[in-house]
């Protein structure tokens, strides 16, 4: 086995997990789940049949990942963190044949206890504050937070909150890695690396 599996934890036969992940107390991984190489899987975690996890994700205690989520490399799931995949859900009522897809993009945060709603993209390196609602798309690099989730700024790649508007034209660097960030209209690109 190229992978850690604490002894309590559950994967099922046919999932595919990457070398040196890690997967800790109590976790259950089903069989269709694609789980890629450096990923760390907290306690408690739920990973679901149609689930794809990048390389180097870090899933911490206490989330599910339904079906019909991708997380792209380097995402950040905070505890108890919550994915839908249901936009009207029903106890009564049959709606596996409508889950929504999400995306969430390269190197995106996800903060404590903020909820995704079914059927959005969030875009690269984007950061949701911890408690909000993502009921929509997020752009790259966006700053997001409250119920409904809006957003208050841009985020560098480093993490760290760049001195720019929310719309216009401007340029900053990123304070810890001197990296260049230009905002044109209401998108962020990166510049330099």
């Excluded at 890629?36 to 990942?65: A, E, M, T, Y």
């Excluded at 206890?113 to 909000?132: E, K, P």
């Excluded at 990123?174 to 330099?192: D, E, F, Q």
Aim: hydrophobic share 40%.
């Amino acid at each position: 086995m190229s992978h850690y599996q604490h002894p309590s934890a559950i994967v099922d036969a046919g999932a595919d997990i990457g070398e040196s992940s890690k997967i800790w107390h109590f976790v259950h991984v089903c069989s269709g789940a694609r789980i890629g190489k450096w990923v760390s899987l907290g306690q408690n975690v739920f990973i679901g049949n149609k689930v794809v996890i990048g390389d180097h994700c870090k899933i911490q205690n206490n989330v599910s990942v339904y079906d019909n989520v991708t997380l792209e490399e380097g995402v950040f799931c905070g505890p108890s963190m919550v994915f839908t995949n249901v936009y009207n859900p029903r106890a009564l009522i049959e709606r596996k044949n409508e889950y929504r897809n999400t995306l969430v993009c390269k190197g995106t945060t996800l903060g404590a206890n903020c909820t995704v709603v079914c059927g959005v993209t969030i875009g690269n390196f984007a950061f949701i504050g911890a408690g909000a609602v993502v009921k929509k798309d997020v752009p790259s690099y966006a700053l997001m937070v409250g119920v409904p989730a809006r957003q208050i700024g841009w985020m560098s790649e480093f993490g760290e909150q760049l001195e720019l508007p929310l719309y216009g034209e401007g340029e900053t660097c990123c304070i810890h890695t001197n990296a260049l960030y230009r905002l044109s209209g209401n998108a962020i690109v990166k510049l330099n690396n």
